[in-house]
Every structure is written in structure tokens, then in C-alpha cells.
């Protein structure tokens, strides 16, 4: 599949999940690092409405008592929030809200069938509220379309409840690239050049980079002064902790997927 129409039209389901996670959960070389869910693709993206495969995974998650970490850009969160707070009960949770921009017209134009920007600091403030540390992730920070909202992002997530803060900036390997400028031309043809311009600023003349780690930040005066930015609105906001460390010493494993436990 390419990442254009086949991504925004096509899922594959994994419908087992839960179960192949008992079983890895149970190997003799597993001893509980933390696992995080999404990363790439949203553990709460619409299908999960009607599939419930994270709710399924939260509950081997809390039954093992394996620390835990969740992504994700919408609030179907709230849905899960029992077990998020019997996860964060036990000190194993962080959970991390994704905000790229508090402008709904081009949140809806850059990730359609997400949650709005209110809805998103509603979920925060409401996981915050139920005791489960919260932070905020700005991704992707596009040079020339939502940098300057960094500031405000960083206050807006203050006020909702979260405790931390971390961006990336926007990364466009292999077929993602001609989908992007492809989306820009249709969306803000008057910005699309400058916005490429400033993007090849913080790639070292290029709109990719594969580099790990300087992939995130970029490279140049450009994503040297985002992240000056980020740094001084962090530390303005206090969002520049780290969430409290997630207890990797309470993992048992689960039942497998045939319903036993292990002896030893």
C-alpha cells in the first residue's frame, strides 16, 4: 500500500492483539520494560470505537501489572479511563496528548477525523484530573504552518493539566514526501513554497532526513530557534520535567492465551 488514498482508506486489524500480547507477556525474556501504544498509528483512531483491540490490550497491560505508556490524538481515551486509573493506581501509566495545532479549521485540513483541539485539552484535563500523569507532544512542528503556536500550545496544556512537554519536528520519508507536498498544494498553494523552503532549512537543504535523533529536531538556525522557543515556553509553562518515573518492578505475567499461568 503507498501512503496517499491506501493509508487514509485501508486498515489492517490485528484481531488477535490482545492474545499474541499474553503470550509475549509470558516468554522467560520478557521482565517488564515499559511498552507504549501508538507511535505511528493512533491507538484510538476511529475503528477503535467498534473493535475495542487497546481496551483489550489495557486490560492484559493491568492484569500483568506492566508499566504502560499511550499516544494518541484523540479522545476516545476517556472511554478506557477505569483502567488508565487502576494503571496509573499502581504508578505503570503515563499517558501523552498530541496537540499539533489549536486551530480546528486546520487541525480538521491536517488530521481529519482526529479530535478538535478543545476536545483533546478536555481529555487532558480530565485524565489530569483523575490522577494519571499527562503530557503534551507537538507533532509534527511544520516550519511555516504551526511553529508559531508553539507558545501557545505549551500555555493551553499548562492550563489543562499537563505535568510535560516534547515536540517533533515533521519527518517525510520515502512515499510520505509526495503525499505532503501533494496535501500542501491543495490545501495552502499560496504558503506551499515557503513552507518547503523553511523545512529544507531545518533538513540541510533536503525535505528528509533519516538521521535517528537529529530527525526529530532538525538541523540549522530554523530548528535551532524552534527550539530555543520550545525551550524558554517549557520552562515558562513548567513543563520542563520529566513525568515521574513508571514502575518496571511490579510486572507478573498474565494468564496466557489459553488461560494458564506460569509457575515460576
Known sequence: MNAGMDFETKILVKQQAAELLRDELNRPSWHGDQIVLSGVTDCYQPVERRLLLTRRLLE???????????????????????????????????????????????????????????????????????GIPVGVMIAPVIP?????????????????????????????????LPV???????????SQTRIESLIRQTRDGQLSDSQFGRRHRGQGTYAAQIQQVFAVFRRKYGLDFPLPSVDCTQFRPPRNSKGQMRFF
Open 60 to 130: 492484559v497491560l493491568l492484569e500483568a501489572r506492566q508499566a504502560t505508556g499511550v499516544i494518541t490524538k484523540n479522545a476516545l481515551v476517556l472511554r478506557d479511563l477505569d483502567l488508565l486509573k487502576n494503571l496509573a493506581a499502581w504508578n505503570l501509566l503515563h499517558v501523552h496528548v498530541s496537540i499539533t495545532s489549536l486551530d480546528a479549521g486546520l487541525t480538521r485540513k491536517l488530521e481529519p477525523r482526529t479530535s478538535i483541539p478543545g476536545a483533546r485539552l478536555a481529555a487532558m484535563e480530565a485524565l489530569s484530573e483523575a
Open 144 to 176: 511555516g504552518l504551526n511553529d508559531q503556536e508553539v507558545p501557545a500550545i505549551l500555555e493551553a496544556a499548562r492550563e489543562a493539566g499537563a505535568r510535560a512537554a516534547n515536540y517533533q519536528l515533521v519527518r517525510l520519508p520515502l512515499s510520505v
Open 180 to 190: 505532503f507536498t501533494s496535501w500542501l498544494a491543495a490545501n495552502f498553494p499560496e
